[in-house]
């Protein structure tokens, strides 16, 4: 429910005030996640979090199919290739699902899922909006794609909601090294999820970017809790 409201005010903002399609597309990134940290906040147990996202999977994939019949869709929605969009976003609930899942059977903290999906999401964001705008620099990788200011965009965006979320709901001893041996100061893990999520981001194939993201951000903070 959160975000149905939130994209109807992003299609009013796209028909007046016509914005790049990069930074639309990436708006309508930013609606789905925030979406999945409200509902995980509102869900009475983790499964509820985990039951729904599947939900929202297979009906968005499905409504989708049938707007592609519309004639705005493609323009809309800005699609890079052929039924891109609804792929994109049924891997993306279907991946936060499987998150979930992981993170809560490990941690038993409902909470570290809200902080690999900000950190995914407004990474992720991040990274096309000053990439895309004001990459200069490309990185000789994957055919020049990812620029330098790209990829530090994601480091410092990654980085700093780690540290921003930690601080405010884990206590400071939450997060250590394996077995317990040492207490990690948060800015450590922060650090360190934004370097696992860059490579991530950096290395990924495309079509593989919405999973090896997320996974490398999660393996990266179970490096500290477990």
């Known amino acids: 429910m959160w975000s149905l409201p939130l994209f109807l005010v992003l299609a009013v903002a796209y028909v007046w005030l016509k914005p790049p399609k990069f930074l639309f597309r990436k708006l309508l990134h930013i609606t789905a996640f925030t979406g999945m940290v409200f509902m995980n906040a509102k869900a009475n147990v983790w499964y509820d979090?985990?039951?729904?996202?599947?939900?929202?999977?297979?009906?968005?994939?499905?409504?989708?199919?049938?707007?592609?019949?519309?004639?705005?869709?493609?323009?809309?929605?800005?699609?890079?290739?052929?039924?891109?969009?609804?792929?994109?976003?049924?891997?993306?609930?279907?991946t936060a699902a499987g998150l979930d899942l992981v993170l809560y059977l490990l941690t038993g903290e409902k909470k570290l899922?809200?902080?690999?999906?900000?950190?995914?999401?407004?990474?992720?964001?991040?990274?096309?909006?000053?990439?895309?705008?004001?990459?200069?620099?490309?990185?000789?990788?994957?055919?020049?794609?990812?620029s330098w200011e790209g990829s530090v965009a994601f480091f410092v965006t990654a980085s700093l909601i780690v540290f921003l979320y930690g601080v405010r709901f884990f206590p400071m001893d939450y997060f250590s090294f394996p077995f317990g041996k040492t207490?990690?100061?948060?800015?450590?893990?922060?650090?360190?999820?934004?370097l696992f999520g860059t490579f991530g981001e950096l290395f990924s194939k495309k079509g593989w970017d919405n999973i090896i993201v997320p996974l490398t951000i999660m393996v990266s903070i179970l490096i500290f809790k477990i």
């Not at 004639?71 to 279907?94: A, I, Q, R, W």
């Not at 999906?117 to 990459?135: C, E, H, K, N, R």
């Not at 207490?183 to 934004?194: I, K, L, N, Q």
């Open 113 to 146: 899922f809200d902080l690999v999906i900000l950190t995914w999401g407004f990474g992720d964001a991040m990274a096309a909006l000053v990439g895309i705008p004001f990459g200069r620099h490309r990185i000789p990788l994957k055919g020049g794609e990812k």
């Open 183 to 194: 207490m990690v100061p948060v800015g450590m893990v922060a650090v360190t999820c934004g």
């Open 49 to 94: 979090t985990v039951i729904c996202l599947c939900i929202g999977a297979v009906a968005t994939y499905g409504i989708l199919t049938f707007m592609e019949q519309l004639s705005f869709y493609e323009d809309f929605f800005v699609e890079k290739s052929s039924g891109e969009v609804k792929k994109n976003l049924f891997g993306v609930f279907v």
